[in-house]
């Protein structure tokens, strides 16, 4: 089973900031199958971003993601009031799927 | 546009089965890969399992030997049976699906483009 590990675990930020998200992983992700999620309380996840690196449609452009392999990162270039939630980054290259234990995104 | 809803009792009993159906409306079962995941209070989330159009299911080891899930195309739902439940399985229960497409020779190989619709979410609680 691929363990994804995300840091940090909370992110403190102000709007108009940038953030970083990482996600690692204890084994290469099969062709990349590598997706974000954006979760705000009481709601069900949203994707942003499959394939490491393509934005899901209707997901703003200052949403982006990279790498490939065992590392990969979510930047949110500059950050809104309606950014600030948790996001989870899942592998869906090799059963069982998997998601990191999440990123918390707050107002600093 | 697509849209799912999960529905079920919100209350099962220790050691009893849960039975949770997803109804997929405003587009067709078919030619997706449908998912079963779950988030207990305050945790992450995890991935129970899944299930192709064609009926092949693909299940997380930690729930194989509790759980199945079952398609029924006729009525455009998937659905999640889990078995001997305790009180850990208290959860909120989500359906998805996994978006994506068929290429190659006769459909040979799928690609898969994320989780990208979600239902709201069923909360079910175990307890007597």
């Known amino acids: 089973e691929i363990v994804l590990t995300q840091s940090p675990g909370t992110l403190s930020l102000s709007p108009g900031e940038r953030a970083t998200l990482s996600c690692r992983a204890t084994?290469?992700?099969?062709?990349?199958?590598l997706a974000w999620y954006q979760q705000k309380a009481g709601q069900a996840p949203r994707l942003l971003i499959y394939?490491?690196?393509s934005r899901a449609t209707g997901i703003p452009d200052r949403f982006s993601g990279s790498g490939s392999g065992t590392d990969f990162t979510l930047t949110i270039s500059r950050l809104e009031p309606e950014d600030f939630a948790v996001y989870y980054c899942?592998?869906?290259?090799?059963?069982?799927?998997?998601f990191g234990q999440g990123t918390k995104v707050e107002i600093k | 546009q697509v849209q799912l809803q999960e529905s079920g009792p919100g209350l099962v009993r220790p050691w009893e089965t849960l039975s949770l159906t997803c109804t997929v409306s405003?587009?067709?079962?078919?030619?997706?890969?449908w998912t079963w995941i779950r988030q207990p209070p305050g945790k992450g989330l995890e991935w129970i399992g899944n299930?192709?159009?064609?009926?092949?299911?693909n299940y997380n080891p930690s729930f194989k030997s509790r759980v199945i899930i079952s398609l029924d195309t006729s009525k455009d739902q998937f659905s999640l049976k889990l078995s001997s439940v305790t009180a850990a399985d208290t959860a909120v229960y989500y359906c998805?699906?996994?978006?994506?497409?068929?290429?190659?020779?006769?459909?040979?190989?799928?690609?898969?483009?994320?989780?990208?619709?979600w239902g709201l979410g069923t909360t079910v609680t175990v307890s007597s």
């Open positions: 998805a699906r996994m978006s994506g497409y068929t290429y190659g020779y006769a459909g040979a190989y799928y690609q898969y483009n994320g989780l990208d619709v």
């Open positions: 405003g587009g067709s079962i078919s030619s997706y890969y």
């Open positions: 299930i192709y159009y064609s009926g092949t299911t």
């Open positions: 084994q290469s992700v099969s062709s990349n199958y």
């Open positions: 394939g490491a690196s």
């Open positions: 899942q592998q869906y290259g090799s059963s069982p799927w998997t």
